[in-house]
Every structure is written in structure tokens, then in C-alpha cells.
């Protein structure tokens, strides 16, 4: 009796510590689709090369499948991958195999590294890379690459909301190697700024941060707002 | 009598036809600009953002009236010089051509002052013309565009800057703008004095600016030295109160040579008509 | 005792290498109306110019109230109304706004009423509130002649005031010329290369020539001064020609056309003349004296 009870003991430790990528993405889908929709506030933080930007806050509004929106009073800056597409390109089934990548420790998480490739051709998404915190089944870190915004790196931090896998910050870094300022809109008659050149040398990541609260889920959002222009 | 020559001064610009030139031609400028931008201006936007717009998501009201307004001045500094030089290039010269410089001179009131009121006369009819354009600016784009955040592309990169954030920017820009327009009203009134005709000094005001402003932009070590002191260059200094941070010792610089200049083009006219001889 | 108003010495002016005056001296009494006479490039328009402060002399001196010009511009030109050349207005403003301006820099407090009463005293009433774009030459120079007068200035100066006139602006000009003298005492300076309207004008005046002044005085006595030539039309003249040669010998006599002659003689010799003729029969149709000043004029400019 005490040798079946060490033996289910070790099997359940070794099933949890070792489900294969396919569960994982399963359970993280299954999370996701407990959201149908939310609103949330968020406090929009950019710090990229070229770009300078105070913080804004903004209402993120998101309704299952695809529906998403960002209203706010200034300028918000986002990356143009990354926020729901992950989770957008998860829910396809049967378009992506996932491969397992083995456990690491993130951040103090024990997470599972799990990669996604797509076996359609017409998908955005090249290849993409998760961690998925195998205690609570959500994804704490992404690297993202896609075929025409370069490659992302999201992190994800949860709170309360983590039940819904609705993170608390997600800080995206980007790739800024393609940027260019272009000359002919930002010439003055008289350039005074000579000296401030953009150095090649400088940093060619860029982030940006979104602290979000005041999660509203599965409230109802109506379409309208969806389809409104800023 | 400076003053009352003021007035005399006031009461001409404002009875001739070519001084509504200038205000006409702004109006229709701005017109066809907001007309553009109202029709088109998510393109003008997209090739502003062109280069971050492949991995960066611009979320609100860009194109909103605060950008346009920038837009609007940016692309009107190249021409509102000539609707000035239109109006103070013809002070003194006009009225050599017309012959009432000869009544002028003959009244009890010292030349040095007939010169001081086309002065002050050429600077209120800047200034009108400026208030003009920041009207237009920042009063008609903004009910029509909205307010909201700004996005100024320079050539350090992207600076949104926000909403609150902005008003006085603008009413410093157009302080310093206004420094740059009266250093050409005094060039024109300047050259006014040596001229008989109104032509001539109109055409060297712009040739002036002209000439400077090629110096300016070529990356020539030769001209390196004296590009800091010619005034074209500091006539774009409105825009460093669009830079984060603000460089404060530039927009000095860019004012103290502006009233320099003036000081000096005031003072070579009032010297050039004490010794002219008046045989128009 | 004569009052000075305007004492030139010696006034010089050049233009670069030209010289536009050289020796230009006269003096201008208080109640004259001083004639400037003198040929088109004389000097005359530089002269008063110099006179207003448009141009600076290159030396000599110029009094004006018995001060000195150049250091007491301003307080000078306040007793000044002027004229040069023709009278140049902003054409875009009404007559009455035009007075308006020069009235408020000529240092006088002119009411509205004062500008309708001067315009109404050069013959423009009604015309006040039209643009002086559509003025006719005349009443240019006749609303030149109401911003001249309105500060009420001692002193008027009018530089060549009937050129481009007709025959009627001419007249026009003349009598307001004439009538400043004699209604309001004014002292004129009065430009011209006409000896005629100088002769009908002026009392005192100045023949300048090349720069410089020839003569100076008044206008009767230069006048008086000179020959007549005497044109008498009468039957059979060439027998009076030769009663003429026989009884006064150092006369000049010739036959100018048809049945007239001419004699220059002394003023004194006209009446001998007339008594000798009738007596020996001749009818005489018509006796005219002519002046030889524009003769003498004439010479000068020539010499």
C-alpha cells in the first residue's frame, strides 16, 4: 500500500512537472477563452531610441475572438505584435505543432519553455517562443517572430487577475533596427541641431511598458466602441 | 510726434489694398492646407511615422489640430517673409516713388523719427500678421482638427508631446517667430531707405533670405564661422520649443542675434535717411 | 525797414562731380513774393530743396526767420508750407485724410473745420471725401496749396506751382498765389522758368543761372531798367523808316512785317516818337511798347 502510494506520488509529481507542450497549450487556451471580453486601464510607459514620449494612461478594450482597442486622450504608443496575438494565434488550432523546449527558472517561476512553429504559410507569427508557468498555467514570457514587424519579447507579470490570465504589466521589447528618421519631413530651413544626431551606436531595443488595473471581465463590451475612430 | 507719425503711418498701411495681400494669401495658404489635411492627412501622418510604423502602433487622434497647426507653421516660414517684405519693403521706398517722401521731409518732424514710425508701423503690421497665423493656427485648426497630444518630428526622432503641454509652447514659438519676421520687416524697411522704388527692395529682402539660407544648409567648412550669425539661421528657432528637453542657451542665442540684427538694420536706416538727399 | 525771412549765402551743392549750385546768395523780405527765376537745370530746384532741408549743402549758409537751418530744422519748418515741384499725395486716401497727415506732423491741432475751410478757400469743396487718385493735375496742386496752408505758416514756398497746368489751372494758381499776399500777408517764394508769371506775380526776384545768382532786386526797377521796343503799325512805313533815320539817327529802326515797325528805344523817347509821325502826316493804327527783359533774360542764360 505504501509502495502504490510512492509510486502515484512520483507518477502525479512527474505528470505535472512533465506535460507535454501540446497540454500545456491546451490549458493556456483554455484560460484564455475564459475571457469573452474585458476593459482595463493602463498606464502606457515607452522608452524607445528616437521615440520620447511621456506616459499615458489609456482604457484597453478587448472582446473574444479578435476585438481589440486602446482609447485614450494623448498619443498612445503600442507595439504593432504582441498584445492579443499571441493568444489570437494560439486559439487556431491544428495551424501551429508546439515543441517542448524543457524547464528553466524565470525570474524566480519554474516555467516550462515551450515553442510554437506554424505549419500554415500565411501566418504572421514565424516562430514562436513561450514560458509558461507551470503552476499557474499562464505564459510569463513570449519571444515573438513575425514576418513583417521584426521580432518582440513580452513579459508578463500577473496579480489578481491571474485566473483569467490577465497579467498586472507586460513590458514588450522591440526590435528598433529598422528605424529611420525620414529627412525630408523633419529638415528644418535652418537645421539647429546638428549635434544631436541619432548615434548608430546607441541601444537598438526598445520598450514599452503597460501597467494595467481595474480589470473588468466578462462584463459585456458593446461592439460600438470597437468601431469607433479615434 | 513719433507717435502721431505712427498713426499717420497706421492709417496708410491700413488704407492700402496690397497691405490685405499679405492676410488674403495666409488665409488661402492655411485653407488649402487644411483642405489637404482634411482630405489626405492620414497619408501626410503615415510617412511622418513611416519608419516606426512596421513594429510600433500609433493609437489616438494624431492628425488632430495641435500637429497642424505645427505643420502649418512650418511650411508657411518659407513665405511669410515675402508677405511682409510685400508691405515694410514699401515704406520708405513707396513713398520715394510716389513722391510724398518729398512732403514727408519738408514737415517739422526729424527724420530719425519719420524712420522710427515705419518702423513701429512695420513691426504692428507683423505682428497683426503673425496674430493672423496663430489664430488660424491654433484657433480654426484646433475647432476643426481637435486638440490632443502632439507628434514633432525632428531630426533627433519622435517627440509626442502632451496636450497640456503645449499651449505655451506655442506662445513662446510664436514670440520667437515673430522676432524672426520683424528682423525681415526691418531688412526690408532698411533696404527701403536706399531705394526710390518698391520692387527693389521686396526682391532683396527675399534675395537676402534666399542667399543666407543656401549658405546655412551647405555643410561647407567655409561658411561654418559665420552661419551661426546670419538671421536665417535662428528663423526656425520657433521650433526648438517643440524639443524635449528645451534647449534654453540655443533659443537665447537665436534671440539675442535676432535683436541685434534689428538694432543694427534700424540704426543703418535711420543713418542712411538723416543723409540721403531727397531729389525724387 | 525790411525784415529778413530768408538769407542765402553762397550756397553750393554737388551731385558727385556735378555741380548742381555754386554761388547761389539772395535775400527774401518779410511780405515779399519773392520770383526764382531761371532755366530748367539752373539750380532752382536744388536751391529750394536746400531751402526745406530735402537736400544738405555742401557749403554756404541759409537763415531762415533769422535762424540758422540746420540747427533749428524742425522749429523752422514749423512756420514752412511747401510745395516741390507738384504736389504728391497717397492716392489711395481721401483729400480730407490727406490734409489730415500732413496736418498732424506740420504741428497743428487742424479741426475738421479748418480742413473743410481751406478746402473750400483752394475751390475743393465737395471734393473732400474723394480719393485723390481721380484729381485732375489742377486740383492736385491746389489741395498742394491747402496742405501748404493749414498749419498757418509764415513762410510759403512753391517750386514751379503752375507747371502742367492748362491755361485755366494756370490762373487758378495764379490769383491763390496773389491772394495769399494780399488776404493773408503771407511771404511766397515762388520757383519758375516763366519770366511772364514771375512779372505778374512777384515784386521781388532772382535770376539764377548755372549754379549761380545773376541778379537780384525788385521786379519794377528790373524792368524799368531795360529798353522797350516800340512796334507801331502805320500807313506807309517804310517813309517813316527813313523820317526816323534822318531825325534821330542813333535809333534803331527796322520794318518787322507788313505796315509794322520797330524802334528800340528809352522809355522817355515813346511820346517824341508818337508827336513826330502824327505830325508829319503818318496814320498810326497802333502804338505798343515791348519790353526787352526777356531779351535781357535771354542773354543771361545764354552768356
Known sequence: MKNIFLTLTIFCSFSLSCQTADELVSLIIRKIELVKDYSVSAN????????????????????????????????????????????????????????????????????????????????????????????????????????????????????????????????????????????????????????KKPDPNKSKKGTITISLTNYTVNKGISDEIFKKKD | MLLKNTYNEFIKIIAKPRSYIGLGVLTALILVILFAMKADGSSYISFVTASFEQTLSFNGNILNGNLIAFIILQMLIVHIPLLVALVTGDLISGEAAMGTIRMLATKPISRTNIVLSKFIAGAVYTLILTIWLAFLALVVVKW??????????????????????????????????????????????????????????????????????????????????????????HMASWRSFFEDPINLKDIWQSIIILVVHNILLVGIAVIKFNKKDITS | MNEPIIEVKQLAKKFGDFEAVKDVSFTVNKGDVFGFLGPNGAGKSTTIRCLLSLISPNSGSIAIFGQNLSSNRSQILNNIGSIIEKPDFYRY??????????????????????????????????????????????????????????????????????????????????????????????????????????????????????????????????????????????????NAIKLLATEYPNLVVKHLYGSTIEIAVEKDMVPKINYLLVNKGFEIHSLEPKRKLEDFFMKIIQE
Not at chain 1, 499615458?56 to 478587448?62: M, S
Not at chain 1, 513570449?142 to 507586460?170: C, E, H, N, W
Not at chain 2, 532698411?190 to 520692387?199: K, P, R, T, V, Y
Request: with cysteine; charged share 20%; hydrophobic share 45%.
Open chain 3, 93 to 238: 486716401l481721401s483729400a480730407e485724410k490727406n490734409l489730415e497727415i500732413f496736418a498732424r506732423i506740420s504741428g497743428s491741432d487742424s479741426s475738421k473745420k479748418d480742413i473743410q475751410e481751406m478746402l473750400e478757400f483752394v475751390g475743393l469743396n465737395g471734393r473732400g471725401k474723394d480719393k485723390v487718385k481721380g484729381f485732375s493735375h489742377g486740383m492736385k496742386q491746389r489741395l498742394g496749396i491747402a496742405q501748404t496752408l493749414l498749419h498757418k505758416p509764415d513762410l510759403i514756398i512753391l517750386d514751379e506751382p503752375t507747371t502742367g497746368l492748362d491755361p485755366q489751372g494756370i490762373i487758378e494758381v495764379r490769383n491763390l498765389i496773389l491772394r495769399l499776399k494780399t488776404e493773408q500777408n503771407k511771404t511766397v517764394v515762388l520757383s519758375s522758368h516763366q519770366l511772364s508769371e514771375i512779372e505778374i506775380i512777384a515784386n521781388r526776384m532772382v535770376i539764377i543761372n548755372k549754379g549761380k545768382s545773376v541778379i537780384e532786386g525788385s521786379v519794377e526797377a528790373l524792368v524799368n531798367e531795360q529798353e522797350l521796343l516800340l512796334q507801331i503799325e502805320l500807313n506807309n512805313p517804310e
Open chain 2, 144 to 233: 476643426m482638427f481637435g486638440s490632443g497630444d502632439m507628434i514633432v518630428l525632428n531630426s533627433s526622432g519622435l517627440v509626442i508631446l502632451q496636450e497640456g503641454d503645449i499651449f505655451w509652447r506655442y506662445g513662446c514659438s510664436f514670440i520667437v517667430a515673430y522676432l524672426a519676421l520683424l528682423t525681415v520687416s526691418s531688412l526690408s524697411i532698411c533696404l527701403s531707405a536706399f531705394a526710390e522704388n518698391s520692387i527693389g527692395p521686396i526682391v532683396s529682402t527675399m534675395g537676402i533670405i534666399i542667399l543666407f539660407t543656401i549658405i546655412g544648409s551647405l555643410d561647407v567648412t567655409v561658411f561654418d564661422s559665420i552661419k551661426k550669425f546670419l538671421f536665417t539661421t
Open chain 1, 44 to 195: 502606457i510607459k515607452a522608452d524607445i531610441p528616437l521615440i520620447k514620449v511621456l506616459p499615458v494612461n489609456a482604457t484597453i478594450y478587448f472582446k473574444q475572438k479578435d476585438k481589440f482597442k486602446v482609447v485614450s486622450k494623448g498619443i498612445a504608443i503600442l507595439p504593432k505584435q504582441g498584445f492579443t496575438d499571441v493568444s489570437s494565434f494560439l486559439s487556431k488550432k491544428g495551424t501551429y505543432v508546439s515543441v517542448d523546449g524543457g524547464l528553466v527558472v524565470l525570474n524566480g517561476i519554474k516555467a516550462h519553455i515551450v515553442t510554437v512553429i506554424p505549419t500554415v504559410e500565411n501566418s504572421d507569427i514565424v516562430l514562436a517562443k513561450l514560458w509558461v508557468d507551470i503552476k499557474q498555467n499562464v505564459i510569463i514570457k513570449t519571444d515573438l517572430t513575425t514576418r513583417g514587424s521584426g521580432s518582440v519579447t513580452i513579459d508578463y507579470i500577473y496579480g489578481y487577475q491571474v485566473g483569467y490570465a490577465l497579467p498586472d504589466k507586460i513590458t514588450f521589447t522591440v526590435d528598433v533596427k529598422k528605424f529611420k528618421m525620414p529627412k525630408s519631413v523633419s529638415a528644418d530651413i535652418n537645421n539647429t541641431e546638428k549635434n
